[in-house]
């Protein structure tokens, strides 16, 4: 077998900047039009070669180590279909709030698929990686992409905007961890199914700036989150009223929370809300979106020069 270096790359969160559920399928999942957007906050993972099999390691005690993870379901399900014998190690250094709505989880999986397929030498790419991700999460096949972008479907079907959001992001988090599933399950009971967005088609294609355009964002989960979660409604009025005073043009929940955010223009009014909300004693991250070409550059330079196991010595 060829001696493959470990690598170590950065798996960045997303935001959902708005959240429409337009109703329920078929395979029990939810139909949604959301706007993706990666920003600045990455769990660290490093990935080497291991005599056999998947092992999962981290620094984060909470973290599921087995198939409950959606990374080493990923690296499984890639070795398995790709036939390939060398096993690989997976260190995962936590960073992202986990069940916090900043997809981090799905976001540590893409990573690792784009990782492995070129340790291992396999040659797939973005395009040949796309069905595997969908099957491990809706989120995954975002992650293959970055930056703003429209996912439609469960979340999987993503289309890059011409238009990438740049902004100054504060992350809350209220410290509650909120479970997707429950909240999707609440969302259920008080569905009103409806075959036209409105806010996130006309977020789309719209000339409105600033403000005004980030206004009509909704994110349709964060009802549903509130009732599953009743001990957040006072801390999500609190985090998001500050957020707004602080100048925010946009202040959410993010994807089925509890991380609430805050888009800023300015980096120093940013600086200021966070201080403020780590004042009133909530944990707060300052960070920046990562625009399409941000984030595919990052990836490039985290692959380049990689010495690949040549697939005939790992297969
Ligand atoms: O695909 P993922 O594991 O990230 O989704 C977690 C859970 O969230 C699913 O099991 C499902 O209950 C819910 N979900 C949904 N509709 C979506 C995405 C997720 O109902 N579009």
Known sequence: ?????????????????????????????????????????SDVIRIGPAPSGIELASDDPGLPLGEANLAYRAADQLRRRAGVRAGARIEIR???????????????????LLAL????????????????????????????????????????????????????????????????AAVFARVAERLTPRENSSTISRFVSSDLR??????????????????????????????????????????????SGSTFFGLFEGRAEAAEAKQALEGAGYRAWLTRTLSL??????WARSLRGVRTGASGATR
């Open 94 to 112: 936590k960073r992202i709030p986990v069940a916090g709505g900043l997809g981090g989880g799905s976001s540590d999986a893409a990573a690792v």
């Open 1 to 41: 077998m060829v001696a493959v270096k470990p690598l170590t790359v950065r798996a960045c969160a997303k935001l959902n900047l708005g959240l429409e559920v337009l109703g329920r399928r078929e395979d029990g999942y939810h139909e949604l039009r959301t706007i993706f957007q990666t920003i600045d906050l």
């Open 210 to 255: 600033g403000a005004v355009r980030f206004g009509i964002l909704a994110n349709e989960l964060e009802q549903a989150a509130l009732v599953e979660a009743p001990d957040l409604v006072g801390h999500a009025r609190r985090i998001r009223a500050m957020l707004a005073r602080g100048g925010a043009v946009l202040a959410r929940m993010s994807g």
């Open 293 to 298: 070409r941000q984030y595919r550059d990052r």
């Open 117 to 180: 397929d070129r340790l291992w030498g396999l040659g797939l790419g973005r395009s040949g990686l796309w069905p595997l991700a969908r099957r491990v999460g809706a989120d995954v096949p975002y992650f293959l992409l970055g930056g703003t972008a429209l996912g439609l479907a469960r979340g999987d079907e993503v289309y890059p905007l011409a238009e990438q959001v740049r902004g100054h992001v504060v992350l809350v988090d209220p410290g509650r961890p909120v479970s997707t």
